[in-house]
């Protein structure tokens, strides 16, 4: 009867068989957790930084306002603007494009990250991108090259889109200011339920972006982030150094992302989250893949993973009370061989149960 008690199957099982049901339940909710270990992180982090194009807003720009310099007119600068786009993969660089629709060929490109990118395109350099890459500076360029009064729209129009939230990307054609694009991104509807989610989950959300500080507030208020934690203006290659800076304040980190720009941060927190839709380097660099765009399954990715990890804990405690109880039990002459064996058997049962009710969890 010792013997037969003292047979540890159910601890064997207590683990594998949470994971087993955890995980599978969540690839049909469409959240890949890579492996084991990470339920451990997801039971620790208390900050979540999110990326904020493509993770809280959709990633898909359109252009709201086209300003000019004197004598130049809107569709010259647009064209000009996508003829060097074209070359590029970024989402300000679609939205210029779809906006011009035909456009001359550019040669000579190239593209900064976090800058912006140049060309030639008819004998002219053009330069598109924000306002302090190098030379990309509005104020000075426009001084020498437009006069005070177009200085002062054009200075306007960065003004009052970075106010309202929108992205305003200068092109300047041989040097000179040739004009403001503002392209602007749309939140997701789910963005804010997700991030009461995740508060309830007792993660601080930030949000991490290489856009300006005015878009990223108007982001930040619309969805409910405080103020003070937004990082915006980040180079790509900073991204990782604002989830490093948390680290080294205390916290532990999960950060959710999707572009090329934020593998290493990915890579870096103690939690990657990558958004399916995103590049494959960050689905490779993260933890956690995300099948659907929506940022409301990295709240219920946590929330299942700490629950798969409780689950495995529950079963531990049980597989361990039978043999503890029982073995004495059985020492001490109590215990038919017989009922022993039914015992174990009976352990083992409630473990994998235990584990089975997991299959109920509901992404909310
Ligand atoms: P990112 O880190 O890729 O979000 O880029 C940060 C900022 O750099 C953007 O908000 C733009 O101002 C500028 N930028 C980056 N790539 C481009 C591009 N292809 N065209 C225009 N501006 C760009």
Not at 64 to 84: K, M, R
Not at 123 to 137: I, L, N, T, W
Not at 265 to 275: H, N
């Amino acid at each position: 009867a010792v013997l037969i008690i003292a047979c540890p199957c159910a601890m064997g099982l207590a683990t594998p068989t949470a994971i087993l049901v955890g995980t599978g339940r969540g690839a049909q909710l469409g959240l890949l957790i890579k492996g084991p270990e990470i339920l451990e992180s997801t039971k620790k982090v208390d900050t979540i930084v999110l990326d904020k194009t493509g993770t809280v807003t959709t990633g898909v720009m359109s252009v709201s306002e086209v300003v000019t310099a004197e004598g130049l007119d809107e569709s010259t600068v647009i064209s000009y603007a996508a003829a060097v786009e074209a070359g590029s993969e970024h989402p300000i660089a679609k939205a210029i494009v779809n906006h011009a629709g035909e456009h001359p060929a550019a040669t000579d490109f190239q593209s900064q990250a976090g800058l912006g990118v140049t060309g030639t395109v008819d004998g002219h350099r053009v330069a598109v991108g924000r306002r302090r890459a190098g030379r990309m500076d509005v104020s000075r360029k426009a001084v020498s090259s437009a006069g005070d009064a177009n200085l002062g729209t054009l200075t306007d129009a960065f003004t009052s889109a970075e106010e309202s939230g929108g992205t305003p990307i200068v092109v300047r054609i041989d040097d000179d200011i040739a004009g403001v694009i503002t392209v602007r991104d749309t939140i997701k509807d789910t963005s804010a339920a997700a991030i009461a989610q995740l508060q309830e989950l007792g993660l601080t959300p930030y949000l991490l972006t290489g856009d300006n500080e005015g878009a990223a507030r108007a982001v930040a208020r619309e969805v409910g982030i405080d103020p003070a934690n937004v990082f915006a203006g980040v180079m790509p290659d900073e991204k990782v150094s604002k989830v490093i800076e948390l680290q080294e304040a205390g916290k532990t980190v999960a950060m959710v992302g999707d572009g090329v720009n934020d593998a290493a941060a990915l890579a870096q927190a103690d939690l990657g989250l990558a958004m399916g839709a995103g590049t494959d380097v960050a689905i490779e660099a993260s933890d956690i893949t995300l099948m659907n765009s929506d940022l409301r399954s990295a709240a219920s990715a946590i929330r299942l993973s700490r629950k798969t990890f409780s689950t495995i804990k529950g079963n531990l405690f049980w597989a361990f009370a039978y043999n503890v109880i029982l073995i004495p039990v059985a020492a001490a002459g109590f215990l038919n061989p017989l009922f022993a064996g039914l015992a174990m058997a009976f352990s083992s049962v409630f473990v994998v149960g235990n584990s089975l009710r997991l299959r109920a969890f509901q992404a909310e």
